[in-house]
């Protein structure tokens, strides 16, 4: 049996224009070879195969039996080496793939799920895979190569493991109490003076809780937590049993039919958040991702920016 890898697509394609120009001129012409270079890939060839591949006629050549084969054969490999390439260019020009997301609850809560859908549209070749995570784990997701990106706040840390950071969003976080609690009339609240109630707490290794122990903190102060739940739905329920008010960005607030929630601005500085999205660098990313993260910045920078 003949070594296989000796049949390189380049002779092969070289053999199929010798037997399509009629000559070894016309087609090293063709090729941009000299003759004798071509006439000496075709007897390599021969030689591989062991048995004549052309005759050589006084006006030129013609294939023989066994060149007939190789040229049938080899039409059918360089066609499917065309298709495969073909193929292979849409991933690398970021029209097909595969994109692995982590995000915080708070992006999938609010914005996250309209920009995925005018993505998907977009781009209907991709694969998405989106999980849930908090801001510390998508940070070491995307630096174990466990996700291509991360979608969360107070990703400073990211930069230290030497992961890029890009600007996303912003959110505004919100005291949310029952209609008729006494911080309901107010146009605006400072988290200080939120601090003689009891709060519903979200669980402790979400950035907002951290936000609001540090504030509290500030303050000499404590948050009084009665109730400890794991969702925004949830604290929006525990508000609405008037069990403690909530702290949450005001996109999260869930309604339910009959029950009335209030939610005030906080007025702090910090109450204003920044989302990023956390990538490996640009030179390691792939073309998918680039083009992931550009779709989110523009749509960030878009009119839906003032749905946030």
């Known amino acids: 049996m003949h070594n296989l890898w000796r049949f390189d697509p380049t002779t092969l394609r070289l053999f199929i224009s010798a037997c399509d120009e009629g000559t070894f001129g016309r087609a090293a012409e063709k090729e941009g070879l000299v003759p004798s270079a071509l006439s000496k890939r075709i007897a390599e060839l021969e030689e591989v195969v062991g048995a004549p591949l052309l005759y050589r006629l006084q006006k030129g050549i013609q294939p023989t039996p066994a060149g007939l084969c190789l040229l049938q054969h080899a039409k059918h490999v360089l066609g499917e080496i065309t298709a495969m390439s073909a193929a292979l260019s849409h991933y690398a020009d970021g029209e097909q793939g595969h994109l692995r997301i982590s995000s915080n609850r708070s992006s999938i809560v609010q914005f996250l799920p309209q920009d995925i859908r005018a993505y998907r549209e977009a781009h209907a070749g991709i694969q998405l895979e989106l999980h ?73 290794d979400s950035p907002l809780y951290r936000r609001l122990d ?50 005030i601005p906080l007025a702090d500085e910090w109450a204003i958040r920044r989302f990023q999205i956390v990538t490996k660098p640009q030179a390691a990313q792939s073309k998918v991702c680039s083009i992931f993260v550009e779709f989110l910045r523009a749509r960030a920078a878009g009119p839906l920016k003032q749905a946030e």
């Open 214 to 263: 540090q504030a509290a903190r500030l303050a000499k102060q404590k948050i009084k937590y009665e109730v400890h739940v794991k969702s925004f739905d949830a604290v929006c329920r525990m508000v609405e049993a008037e069990l403690g008010l909530g702290i949450i960005p005001r996109e999260s607030i869930s309604y339910i039919p009959g029950v009335e929630l209030v939610a």
């Open 132 to 204: 849930e995570r908090t801001s510390e784990e998508l940070i070491d997701d995307v630096s174990g190569n466990v996700s291509d990106v991360g979608i969360g706040t107070e990703l400073i840390n990211a930069e230290e493991r030497g992961l890029t950071i890009t600007e996303y969003r912003s959110d505004q976080l919100v005291v949310v109490v029952p209609h008729g609690h006494s911080l309901s009339e107010r146009c605006s609240v400072a988290f200080s003076e939120t601090l003689p109630f009891n709060h519903v707490a979200l669980h402790k």
